[in-house]
Every structure is written in structure tokens, then in C-alpha cells.
């Protein structure tokens, strides 16, 4: 019997100029995609997926349906070779992606919500108020302790537990700051502030959440075909009102990635595929177990080398 494979969707920070262009060249199905995504929001996506300026494209509220929509195009590719995941699970905003892979929400619909989501975050704080850090070797709670060693009556908090090596943390910036010192003397490998504009994933978030939680509201949320790994509990989600308001509770709780792979280590998969630009993902992989193999698909190349692998292992 072979193992199960679960997909993995990446999240912001992962965008780069070009990305999704060789699909959209290739395969119709993924053209047809960025066709949606330039119509879903009457502005040409597509053009600065693949043509940049990239100045343009990090900016929040652009990136994030970008990502959203070459992960959706790469996963439509895969979908349409027959590749079919047990389990999705996306990291922060790539969870929209895995919640579009699982039918929960319409692709239409979630690159909507996830381009107000990327300007409710933008707005929430001003520029210049919030910051975010990540520290790395450092065990998930010596990085909780220095965050509230570190707080002084302001926000501090682990905002990624991406691997059991790597914590993003994020609150007011003389708090980050801060807690940057504390995790240097207390022996963190490194701890170094990131060039991020908002500090996600804390309760600075909250009036984006409200704003957030309002648009989910009002939007048509499916019982998810398959299982879709949430952040905010890294644990399964089956019902459609349970995803819609795991997505709001996303945007100031921590992203519980390591947890995530780890419940999915123990449902036997042994092979993980990250669908969409970069290898972020993978790499954490690394981090978190060694022995597991992670692909990933965002390209005809990368494709073809997966499409190899999965061939090979399935004989």
C-alpha cells in the first residue's frame, strides 16, 4: 500500500518576478487560471506575476493573490496528471490556496478575500509601528520567554513555529528588538529582524481580523473535500464553518507549522509536495524531518522531475 501525500502551499515571501509564466505558456488549464484571477479583480495579475516591476509585486495586497494564484495554477496541473493529494495544508496565506485545492472556497472568491486580507494587514498597523524577527536554534520555549521577557507591557509574540530550529516572532518594534538582544545573550544560533511591512500573525492584527472576518462572513464556504491542516490548531479541518473561522483566527494567531507537518508525519506520509513559486517549504522540511521527502512543483522542470520521482516510487 502506498503512503499518503499531502500537498503544501506556501505563503508570503515566496513571490519572485516570472513565476507561474512557463505553466501559463504550456498548459491552457493554468493560462486559463490567470485569466480568472486578472477578471476576479479587474486588474492585469498576470502581467505582474510575470513581468514584474517587483517592487509592485511584494507590495502586500498584490503578493498575496499572486501567490494564491500560481500555486492554484501549478495545482490544477498536477490535478490534471492525475496527481491527487490525502491531505492540504498551506503556510499562513498559502492555507486559501489549500482550501481552493480541497473545494472549500471558490478560486474566484479567495483571490478576492486574500487581496483585502493583504490590505487589512498592510493598514492594521501603522508603518514603522510593528516589526517581526526570526530566531533561530532556539527551542519554541526559551523563544515564548524571551517574548514576554522581552514585552514590557507591549506585544511580543511567536507569530511562525516553523520548525523546532526556526521561530518568526513579531509585535511592536521596540519589543522585537528587544527580544532580538535577549535571544543573542540567551544563545540563539542567530536572531535577526526581517524586512517585512507589518508584523503578521500577533494581536497588532486584530482590526485586520475584524475586517477579515466580516468578508468571510458573507462568502460561500463548502464542506472541504479533503482534510485541510489549519494553522491556527494544526489539526484537521472537515466542516466548512470551522475553515471559514479558522481563517479569520489566522490572522493574529502563530502559525503552528512544525505541528502541522508533524500531525501529518503521523497519519504515514512520507511525501510532501510544496505547489507553488520557491521552496520555502521544503526547507523546513529539512528542519523538521530529514527522513521525508518533500518536491515541489512550480515550473515544467520541477514538474517533470516530481511526475520522475512519484513514477519510480509507485512501481
Same mark, same amino acid.
Given at each position: 500500500?502506498? #503512503? ?10 515566496? %513571490? ?13 488549464? =493554468?493560462?486559463?487560471?490567470? /485569466? ?10 498576470? /502581467? ?12 502586500? /495586497? ?12 501549478? @495545482? ?9 493529494? =490525502?491531505?492540504?495544508?498551506?503556510? #499562513? ?25 493583504? +490590505?487589512?494587514?498592510?493598514? =492594521? ?21 524571551? !517574548? ?53 500573525? !500577533? ?13 468571510? %462572513? ?25 475553515? +471559514? ?11 503552528? @507549522?512544525? %505541528?502541522?507537518? %508533524? @500531525?501529518?508525519?503521523?497519519? +504515514? ?12 517549504? !521544503? ?7 530529514? #527522513?521525508?521527502? !518533500?518536491?515541489?512543483? /512550480? ?14 516510487? #509507485?512501481?
Amino acid at each position: 500500500m502506498t #503512503s499518503p501525500i499531502a500537498f503544501l502551499f506556501p505563503g508570503q515571501g515566496s %513571490q519572485y518576478v516570472g513565476m507561474g509564466k512557463d505553466f501559463s505558456e504550456k498548459y491552457p488549464i =493554468a493560462r486559463q487560471t490567470f /485569466e480568472e484571477v486578472d477578471e476576479a479583480l479587474g486588474i492585469k495579475l498576470s /502581467e505582474l506575476c510575470f513581468e514584474g516591476p517587483e517592487d509592485q509585486l511584494r507590495l502586500t /495586497e498584490n503578493t498575496q493573490p499572486a501567490i494564491l494564484t500560481v500555486s492554484v495554477a501549478a @495545482w490544477r496541473v498536477l490535478n490534471e496528471k492525475g496527481i491527487k493529494p =490525502a491531505f492540504v495544508a498551506g503556510h #499562513s496565506l498559502g492555507e486559501y490556496s489549500a482550501h481552493v485545492a480541497a473545494d472549500t472556497i471558490s478560486f474566484a472568491d479567495a483571490v478576492r478575500v486574500v487581496r483585502n486580507r493583504g +490590505r487589512y494587514m498592510q493598514e =492594521a498597523v501603522p508603518v514603522g509601528t510593528g516589526s517581526m524577527a526570526a530566531i533561530l536554534g532556539m527551542s519554541p520555549d526559551a523563544v515564548s520567554t524571551v !517574548c514576554s521577557d522581552a514585552a514590557q507591557g507591549e506585544v511580543c509574540e511567536a507569530a511562525n513555529i516553523n520548525s523546532s530550529e526556526q521561530i518568526v516572532i513579531s509585535g511592536h518594534l521596540a519589543a522585537v528588538e528587544r527580544a532580538v538582544k535577549l535571544a543573542d545573550e540567551r544563545g540563539a544560533k542567530r536572531a535577526k529582524v526581517l524586512p517585512v511591512s507589518a508584523p503578521f500573525h !500577533c494581536s497588532l492584527m486584530k482590526p485586520a481580523q475584524e475586517r477579515l472576518a466580516h468578508d468571510l %462572513q458573507v462568502l460561500t464556504f463548502s464542506i472541504p473535500k479533503l482534510p485541510v491542516i489549519c494553522n491556527v490548531d494544526a489539526a484537521a479541518v472537515t466542516a466548512a464553518d470551522v475553515a +471559514r473561522e479558522a481563517l479569520a483566527r489566522q490572522v493574529t494567531g502563530s502559525v503552528k @507549522w512544525n %505541528q502541522s507537518m %508533524q @500531525w501529518l508525519i503521523t497519519q +504515514r506520509v512520507q511525501t510532501f509536495i510544496e505547489v507553488g513559486p520557491g521552496k520555502v517549504l !521544503c526547507g523546513l522540511m529539512r528542519q523538521i524531518d530529514r #527522513s521525508k521527502k !518533500c518536491l515541489n512543483v /512550480e515550473d515544467e522542470a520541477s514538474l517533470r522531475k516530481t511526475l520522475g520521482y512519484l513514477n519510480t516510487t #509507485s512501481t
